[in-house]
């Protein structure tokens, strides 16, 4: 593990905001360039800061999901080459290792080469390494603020579209996973869209799926939703076919990790088992993600690599998210678990993709080109 210190929160100096702090924030103390994140491991019990100060201690951050969702990975990519640069550690091998952290969300590799490449024309032009430090941490800035402007634009692309799918409000909204703040620059993704419905009156109830193994739902949504004063409900994700049946959702509103070129969609594990429900009950499914997800130069669904995560997150139950062994066990020991952590949802199945350019409804490659291509920022 590399170099971590841990800071508790004292007080909540944003209460009513749905998270108490900045998912992540770049300082510079005496001692030097620091990396603090809000440690999403864990909430909702505990809410601490991990303060990175080199590049493994962001790496090990990532792996163990104390940072992460696909937005706010590309930022920590981003101000993880600014800080290697800053502290002169080796920037070539702090992007190959932040860009290998974790391989779905395509965000991270995004940030990570934005930055990387930001700083080596800045040291060809100056030969300065101080001034291409700078010139990393402007880039990860930038993108730092073009994501929370892009959360913002998709919140108000996605309320028109729940308006127009889903007239008179009242609106019963299923989600998966968390797509707050906690995984963005700004109010997140998915539930930025829900938040806002909420702020208009227009959400009588938001469904949560608890999201396992690593109860994302449950730990973090359920937890920006009662910081955000939503009305919600808890349940298995086992749960949500019988609320389909009773026609108790009227949309479903998820998040996503990369999306290829055919439009199909790759995000947490049980997305794809919520889009075959929805496309059954004719409900609209709908995505939304920022265009910094979408990733042109992957065809297809099943060119994406899935993530394989440690057995131990099934067969045992652990708060915080911690090593195996260390948590309560769920299945006999030397059990073999499948856990892949997202699955892909075929275009056909998504009603509509949110973006901050806008809403692609068919899901197709050329809906989805021009969304992603046209720069309305
Ligand atoms: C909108 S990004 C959030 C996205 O990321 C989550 O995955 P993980 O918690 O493993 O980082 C999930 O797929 C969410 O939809």
Redesign the pocket.
Known sequence: MGDQSVVSLANDSQSGSPVPTPTLRWEEPPEGPVLILLDQTRLPVEEVELVCTDVQALVDAIRT?AV??????GLAGAYGIALAAARGFDVAEAERQLASA?P??VNLGYGVRRAAAAYRSALDTTADPQRAAQAALAEARALHAEDAAASERMASHGLALLKKLVPGGGLRILT????GAL??GGA???FAVAHAAHREGLLRRLWVDETRP?L?GARLTAYEAARADMTYTLLADNAAGSLFADGAVDAVL????RIAADGSV???VG?YPLAVLAHHHNVPFVV??PTT?VDLATADGASIEV?QRPGHEVTEIAHPIAEAGSGIVLAPLGTQAYNP??DITPAPLVTALVTENGVASPVTAATLAALALSDTR
Do not use: Y
């Open positions: 999901l992460r969702g696909a937005p706010v990975l974790r779905t969300a998966h996973c968390n797509t995984v963005s997140g993704t998915a690593l994302q998820i998040g996503a990790d790759a995000n947490k997305s939304v993600a997800t993530e952590a997202f």
